[in-house]
């Protein structure tokens, strides 16, 4: 299957498997949505990477949104600092100038940093990308096998983030409960951990998805940037220098770190009121639903210890000899 003659009867062909009720269809051995596979064959055959762009890349709820949010901010700083020097003169008592238009306190960051599969290419018809100003900042949920090639061969940069996979599945269950009804209830946390171990997840196996990057990431390090959510927790200065180096975009003194840092954190943007009662116009999904705790470990809370250990299993027959070492 080719991404310019995809159709929909050709979904009859693939795998189906459904998650959260959800039909999955497994191609190139990983799990989409049809919507979202129609979207990737477009996005496969339509887009030419420059080498000034940047693709943020992600399995779901590893942290997508903060990360979208920070380079967003990073790639904004000079504004931002522009408007600082302007607006400080107006500031009052009560107010932070630092608020004072600031594009993250009038949209969710995901209006900034479109994903490519979810939002660009699943509009009808989709936009012209290639009329859009350098540098091109982007996201997907793609595996590295799915993306263009253009991607891969071009100098263009990716920068890709993942958690550990308890606090990733928790935090998809949570996410997914948003859809469901109070009459429905919550979805059997058992039935979505089942799947989550076999692979059947939006754009999953995470596993797979997690280490194809991983591996593309030791092989061209200049190209690739692979961060982990718990690092970014334990050390978000040092991480957030790292990423704002990696994207040509140093900053000049401490003040600029802590101001991207204020800017990006998720109680400023959970308490933002764009975040806590707008609307994500692509899924419907209430943009609340995209802030949650953010916290290392929260999977404790629903997890048992049985399925708990299982997991670490699964986790370390995954990773074994990869080099890679994913909390558990």
Request: glycine letters at 4%; a negative charge; aromatic letters at 12%.
């Amino acid at each position: 299957m080719d991404s310019s003659d995809f159709t929909e009867s050709m979904l009859d062909q693939l795998p189906m498997e459904r998650f959260w009720d959800i039909p999955l269809y497994q191609w190139d051995g990983f799990w989409y949505r049809s919507y979202h596979l129609q979207a990737t064959m477009a996005l496969r055959s339509q887009y030419i990477a420059r080498d000034d762009d940047i693709i943020l890349a992600s399995p779901m709820k590893t942290g997508t949104t903060w990360l979208k949010a920070l380079c967003f901010s990073i790639l904004q700083k000079e504004e931002n600092a522009a408007r600082l020097n302007e607006e400080t003169l107006a500031k009052t008592e009560k107010d932070d100038p630092r608020h004072l238009r600031d594009p993250l306190v009038d949209n969710h960051p995901a209006v900034y940093v479109q994903t490519l599969e979810v939002q660009v290419f699943t509009a009808k018809p989709p936009p012209d990308v290639s009329a859009m100003e350098s540098p091109r900042l982007f996201h997907t949920h793609l595996p590295y096998t799915a993306l263009p090639d253009s991607i891969k061969t071009s100098n263009c940069k990716l920068v890709y983030i993942t958690r550990n996979p308890k606090d990733t599945l928790v935090s998809m269950w949570h996410f997914f409960n948003k859809l469901r009804t109070p009459e429905q209830g919550p979805y059997p946390f058992e039935q979505a951990f089942g799947s989550f171990i076999i692979g059947v997840s939006h754009f999953g196996p995470f596993f797979d998805h997690v280490l194809q990057y991983w591996n593309q990431s030791l092989k061209s390090p200049n190209k690739i940037l692979f961060l982990k959510y718990e690092d970014l927790k334990k050390d978000t200065k040092g991480e957030v220098k790292k990423l704002a180096s990696f994207l040509g975009k140093p900053f000049n003194n401490e003040k600029e770190v802590e101001d991207v840092i204020w800017r990006c954190s998720l109680e400023r943007l959970k308490n933002l009121e764009v975040n806590k009662n707008g609307i994500d116009p692509w899924v419907g999904m209430q943009n609340s639903a995209f802030f949650r705790s953010g916290i290392v470990g929260d999977w404790k809370n629903i997890m048992s210890k049985e399925l708990s250990e299982r997991l670490d299993q699964i986790t370390m027959q995954k990773l074994k000899d990869s080099g890679l070492h994913l909390e558990i």
